[in-house]
């Protein structure tokens, strides 16, 4: 007798009122990770309810339901909880039942929003009590107005400490909801000298006081100075100058990774640009007939103008082909190490 009068004095005395239970209940469904929803085998496997007594853990949810801490809910049928922080549930004490009702709703829509006439829907209530509601949880600073690009003329509502999705404010190109059209015109053309650094071999410009030389090289020799020269061009240059083709197999087109991961680095625009974002500026300029599409869809490719629009235009229209914009044209000749009779890059520029 006196060891089991030891051992239970050792033990954990048991939550013998309700409120403990309920309270054991709360603290330990809070403290878990995560945004969880609890069925109520989920209730009764966290051990805090005595011999899993279905009655006292109906009356645990309802007192916590009732004091706003559980939010009811179904899930395939049945009951489950989601536990409230007691600061939200704080701010339901405060409202009336209208508000809350508003508010709940609100809530529910995150960041995406609801407009007003789909609560007014949901919610059941006459217009002018909405409104008085929207008005009243406006200035406690619970809920505020957003604009949205899809329905600008349209009343939306959203919590007041969240942050609108993109899909809602269209992302870093449109400010209060209008298009900013001067800086999707400087990203645009950004970009497109960024692709047209990595599209066209930029010849150096010739020196007119130089001579033509006349220089006898092997094959060898040729194919290292088209190498060094292909390895000196730089990044954007101006596209007044002369544009000419990479040699046959060239790779280096740009992808939507790398030109995503360089405009963030350029420091052009304020807000870190995504993939997504990228995408939507190359299908600007794809449909201008700026750029193209190569490589499957995974690179894209400078086109050539013709004319431009800036006044730099081109005055002749030469084709790819590779004698009119070989780098190494200068060196062809009759017998020599670069010639059209032993040409091997015309097969090879068909092939792309």
């Known amino acids: 007798m006196s060891n089991a009068n030891a051992s239970a004095a050792n033990d954990p005395s048991p939550l013998s009122s309700p409120k403990e239970l309920k309270n054991a209940l709360y603290a330990r469904c809070a403290n878990l990770p995560g945004d969880r929803v609890f069925k109520q085998e989920d ?3 966290l051990e805090v309810i005595p011999d899993g007594d279905l009655n006292q853990l109906l009356s645990c949810t309802r007192q916590l339901t009732k004091e706003g801490l559980f939010k009811l809910m179904t899930k395939d049928g049945s009951p489950c909880w989601k536990v409230v922080k007691k600061a939200d549930a704080a701010k339901y004490k405060s409202l009336s039942a209208e508000e809350a009702l508003v508010y709940s709703y609100v809530e529910s829509s995150a960041r995406e929003g609801m407009w007003t ?7 059941n209530l006459h217009q002018t009590v909405m409104n008085r509601c929207l008005k009243s949880l406006e200035t406690k600073n619970y809920i505020k107005p957003i604009k949205t690009v899809r329905f600008p003329g349209r009343k939306t509502y959203m919590l007041a400490h969240l942050q609108p999705s993109e899909d809602v404010t269209g992302g870093p190109f449109y400010t209060d909801g209008v298009l900013d059209d001067e800086f999707v015109h400087q990203m645009a053309n950004w970009l497109e000298k960024y692709i047209i650094g990595r599209s066209w071999w930029h010849p150096p410009p010739k020196d007119p006081s130089r001579k033509k030389e006349k220089m006898k090289m092997t094959v060898e020799q040729a194919e290292d100075l088209r190498a060094q020269e292909l390895q000196g061009r730089e990044v954007g240059r101006e596209r007044s100058r002369s544009m ?3 040699p046959p197999g060239y790779m280096g087109y740009p992808t939507i990774p790398e ?4 405009i963030n680095a350029s420091g052009l625009s304020g807000v870190v640009m995504k993939e997504a974002e990228m995408r939507q500026l190359l299908d600007v300029l794809c449909w201008d007939g700026r750029v193209e599409k190569i490589l499957y869809g995974r690179g894209y490719k400078a086109v050539r103008q013709v004319g431009g629009d800036d006044g730099d235009g081109f005055e002749n229209g030469l084709t790819e082909a590779p004698c009119g914009r070989c780098p190494v044209f200068d060196l062809c000749e009759e017998g020599g190490p670069v010639n059209a009779r032993t040409c091997e890059y015309f ?3 068909l092939e792309i």
């Open 43 to 45: 209730l009764l496997s």
């Open 117 to 123: 006439r789909t609560i007014r829907l949901r919610t």
């Open 244 to 246: 000419l083709p990479m």
């Open 259 to 262: 030109m995503t991961k360089a």
């Open 347 to 349: 097969q090879k520029w």
